[in-house]
């Protein structure tokens, strides 16, 4: 559990970081504020690119930031998107997508769950949970027999 203004903190950190989103192609801006258990907060953003393929969602740009500077325990995640230009009135709940939600997974505290977080505006937010949007999902200890002798 983690307290209410933490919680709004993540939101609005998610709004500040969709103003990064590199999205020329789809016009669809995406934020993404990640708490880890040492109590760091990662942002990101998607970044397109030409071979649309390689596009990187906001969510996976927050969790490889955090990944990659040795913070591997998400506990929360806030997450914003809509089209550029869009105002508070055009807002909709954005949920992560499939790929997100299954790179995320990786990255649960043992024994945990992580909150997600998705907003409309900085004070108007859903919560929910990855367990929730990703049930019966495969994960590191499915492949624990790698390290059985
Ligand atoms: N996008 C995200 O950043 N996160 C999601 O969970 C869904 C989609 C981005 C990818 C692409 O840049 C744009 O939104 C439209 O799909």
Do not use: W
Not at 41 to 49: L, V
Not at 112 to 120: P, Q, Y
């Amino acid at each position: 559990m983690i307290e209410e203004t933490l919680k709004l903190e993540l939101v609005k950190k998610a709004f500040e970081a969709r103003s990064h989103s590199y999205s020329p192609y789809s016009r669809f801006q995406v934020g993404a504020a990640l708490l880890t258990s040492d109590g760091e907060i990662f942002t990101g953003a998607n970044i397109e690119n030409a071979s649309y393929g390689a596009t990187i969602c906001a969510e996976r740009t927050a969790a490889v930031k955090a990944a990659s500077s040795g913070s591997r325990e998400f506990v929360a995640i806030a997450v914003v998107g809509s089209e550029e230009g869009s105002d508070e009135q055009d807002m909709a709940y954005a949920y992560p997508c499939g790929i997100c939600r299954q790179f995320l997974r990786e990255f649960i505290a043992p024994a945990g769950d992580m909150i997600v977080l998705v907003a409309k505006t900085p004070d108007d937010y859903r919560e929910t949970s990855l367990s929730a949007l990703l049930p019966e999902s495969f994960g590191p200890s499915d492949l624990d027999y790698l390290h059985r002798e």
